[in-house]
């Protein structure tokens, strides 16, 4: 009885382990695959705020438009908030890998602190305001952090 246990005891684990080793993924170390998605990840919280900055660009500064203006905002804060945890894009001759992911993190932040004004004027009733918001602040934040972090056109990505 004892014998039994005891050669359960020291089997289960070695199949186990062979069970992780064949279920691992065979070419990609662990972090080049988490790289990868969040790579895909990125240009999928980008695409989504393309598509809701266009709503929003339509419809801040319109008072009769103010449920969509906050549905979009909201939805933009939303995937900004995921985008901030995602592992900075990789950029050809940054030097500084941490510093480069720290602006990042920073400048992503200021993204959802000025949709957070955007959504505060709409809430108050300052829709001139938040249109000039969207037509100046968001997009130059949106322009510079594009010039610092975007991956040159002819990396390979
Ligand atoms: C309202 C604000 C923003 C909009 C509408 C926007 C939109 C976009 C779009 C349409 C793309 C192209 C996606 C593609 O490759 O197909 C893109 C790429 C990118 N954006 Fe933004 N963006 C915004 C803000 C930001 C911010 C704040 C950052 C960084 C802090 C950022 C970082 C990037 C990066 C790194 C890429 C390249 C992704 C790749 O490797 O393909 N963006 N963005």
């Known amino acids: 009885m004892f014998d039994r246990l005891c050669l359960r005891s020291l089997l289960l684990p070695l199949v186990g382990g062979l069970a992780l080793a064949l279920a691992a993924p065979p070419t990609l170390s662990g972090a080049a695959a988490r790289q990868g998605d969040d790579h895909e990840a990125l240009e999928e919280?980008?695409?989504?705020?393309?598509?809701?900055i266009r709503t929003l660009s339509k419809s801040?500064?319109?008072?009769?438009?103010?449920?969509?203006?906050?549905?979009?905002v909201v939805a933009m804060q939303k995937i900004t908030l995921?985008?901030?945890?995602?592992?900075?894009p990789h950029k050809d001759?940054?030097?500084?890998?941490?510093?480069f992911a720290t602006a990042f993190r920073a400048d992503m932040a200021r993204l959802l602190k000025e949709l957070t004004e955007i959504e505060i004027d709409l809430l108050e009733g300052?829709?001139?305001?938040?249109?000039?918001?969207v037509t100046g602040?968001?997009?130059?934040?949106?322009n510079s952090s594009h010039e610092k972090y975007q991956p040159d056109e002819d990396e390979d990505h």
């Open 93 to 99: 001759g940054v030097e500084d890998r941490a510093a």
């Open 126 to 133: 300052r829709h001139e305001k938040a249109g000039q918001r």
């Open 60 to 72: 801040a500064a319109r008072p009769e438009a103010v449920g969509e203006a906050l549905e979009s």
């Open 45 to 52: 919280a980008m695409h989504g705020l393309k598509r809701h």
């Open 82 to 88: 995921d985008a901030k945890a995602l592992e900075a």
């Open 137 to 142: 602040a968001l997009i130059q934040i949106r």
